[in-house]
């Protein structure tokens, strides 16, 4: 079911479904269980079967949608861009359904294993003691080994020196684009990405160089002619499960891309956020196939272990890893021990494996029930793809929607949602939301999604009505 969902989410309206007989055979699954998929996918809306032709994408649940991504990168990010308060931290009240959020729910984090490492850190040295600069040598080399195991034979593992342990991977976007760009210098993002780089950049002064990104990542090409027109000797992505869209790069398209950044002696400033939150694919760090000091790594505990242990790393090799670290120190002088301690100590737990397993599970449950809400009662939106892991569905709806009369309206109905718009570096580009199924209780998905869907249907009535006045 799963499958086939994924299939439908990313197939134009209109297409053919694989026949029962095809389905049977590649899942391996019975006639009466492919029939069973199809009836429910039906009764949703998001199939139509006409009996002796075969199943259809329902062409009605999703309206062609216009894509002018390609001016994105035409255009580039316009000049001025005061700093705005992302919707993602907004603090809302507790009978509303909060979808805005960046985090997972307290239910889906390792609580006990968390305030266990405390107790012991507390009672420690580390409670009293200053760790060296970079950060404590076995967190150190604790990241160093997670980004070596994950490389090819061939390629030099990262060394526990190469790491700077910072405070969130947010201080260590601010500190790589200060570090390794700097003030009235290109970087290039891709669009949509994370509204706290593009923030983070605007902050450290640095022009943004937009490439258009969809649920695939973005063409290479287009990568190479951002460079070669800017002057950019670095390109800040997201390859694994990118917030917002949940992009999931193919192998193919990272070594495509480690290319085109090495041709443009550039570095590749990789943000493996999303690293622990890996559904239905693993992420595999393109830091761990570049031995050549490329690619700059971040990776965060924040999301996965705890908000209250701000711990990320972010690992670099040369002169680059030296400025890295005089930036780091210049914000923010080192990490609390006391953090840094209680952080290895969850992640050296047998338990910290146990917990990103069933987190898995977790999130595939949620992810699959929001889509499923959203298919059944928010028929006029789409998904560009299911995402392959992440928090997170970026939700297409109907060309022209008002996205900020979408928000105000469904929060007025008791539903926080995050208007896509904050994750655009110029012009947004389609109307989107981001919704998060990590974070808020699944048995509110279904009332959230038909007051979604409510909300959308009165906008669009009221448009039809001004039209035809
Ligand atoms: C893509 C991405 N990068 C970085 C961050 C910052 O994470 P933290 O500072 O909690 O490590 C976030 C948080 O939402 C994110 O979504």
Redesign the pocket.
Known sequence: MAVLRQWIATAPPGARLPSTRALVAEHGVSPVTVQKALRTLGAQGMVESRPGVGTFVRTVRVPRAHDHGWQTAALGAPPLRGPRLST?LRTTSNDVIALHS?YPDRELLPERLVRAAFTRAARSDAAVSRPPAAGLPELQAWFAGELGAAGPVGVAPPSPSDVIVVP????G?STAFRALVGAGRPLVVESPT?W??ILAAGQAGVQLVPVPSGPHGPDPDELARAFARSGARAFYA?PSFS?PTGAHWSPTLADAVLDVVRQHGAFLIE?D?AHDFGITADPVPIAARDDSGHVVY?R?L??SMS?AV?I?AVIARGPARERLLAAAQAESMYVSTLLQAAAYDVVTQPGWRTHVTGLRQQLAARRDLMVRALAEHVPTASLDAVPAGGLNLWLRLPDGTDVLALARGCESAGVVVAPGDEWFPAEPTGAYVRLNYAGPDPGSFPEAARIIGETLETLEMASRRRLSD
């Open positions: 993602a960046g969130g991977s947010q201080s976007l994370y706290g780089a997201q917030n943000d956020w971040l965060s924040t999301k908000p701000r990320a």
